[in-house]
């Protein structure tokens, strides 16, 4: 239903031509109700609507997003490509991407730079000292033994003491005409 919300849409069916000849009539009713837009249909319909020429772009291909577009999926296959574990089809797609595009080829030699490699020519002499000792971990191991012998014994004394106390009968002996224990 046509109103002062969507009238212009309405305006430029109907300078098209794209209505019916029902919409055309309730389009002509609102004009009549409105007299106010009479105005606004007519600058639009000297405005002119021109058909668009035709664009045509000659690099389609360029357009279309590759995979390793995804910052995410980049770095995925540019660590997979340094620790080697990439398959050679995916190295290959990785070195395809990155050679015609010269910002990634930075990023990849990046990542190349985060590989590091021991130098042999540096030796330590003393590098079995450097080895964690066990003997103060052989103390604590003996202490945690005793504090368990320990533990057990004192449980078994007490419950070896509750056990006797269980077997007492009380005694009873009349003094004086009263029973006492």
């Known amino acids: 239903m046509i109103n002062r919300n969507n009238y212009e849409i309405w305006f430029i069916d109907f300078l098209e ?4 000849r029902e919409e055309a009539q309730k389009v002509e009713a609102f004009l009549a109700q409105h007299p106010d837009l009479a105005s606004e249909l007519e600058a639009i319909r000297e405005m002119g609507l021109v058909e668009p020429e035709a664009v045509i772009f000659s690099e389609k291909a360029a ?28 190295n290959a797609q990785l070195l395809a991407y990155t050679s015609t595009r010269p910002a990634k080829q930075k990023e990849l030699q990046a990542f ?3 590989v590091q490699h021991p130098d042999p020519a540096i030796v330590y002499p003393n590098k079995s000292s450097l080895y964690k000792k066990r003997r103060l971990a052989a103390w604590y191991q003996i202490a945690g033994y005793a504090a368990a012998v320990l533990i057990f014994g004192l449980l078994a004394v007490g419950y070896w003491s509750t056990r006797q106390m269980q077997f007492r009968q009380p005694v009873w002996v009349q003094h004086s005409g009263v029973f006492t224990t």
């Open 112 to 114: 190349a730079y985060t």
């Open 63 to 90: 357009l279309k997003k590759h995979a390793l577009d995804d910052a995410t999926q980049f770095e995925q296959a540019c660590i997979a490509y340094i620790e080697k574990e990439a398959t050679t089809k995916e």
């Open 17 to 20: 031509g794209n209505l019916s």
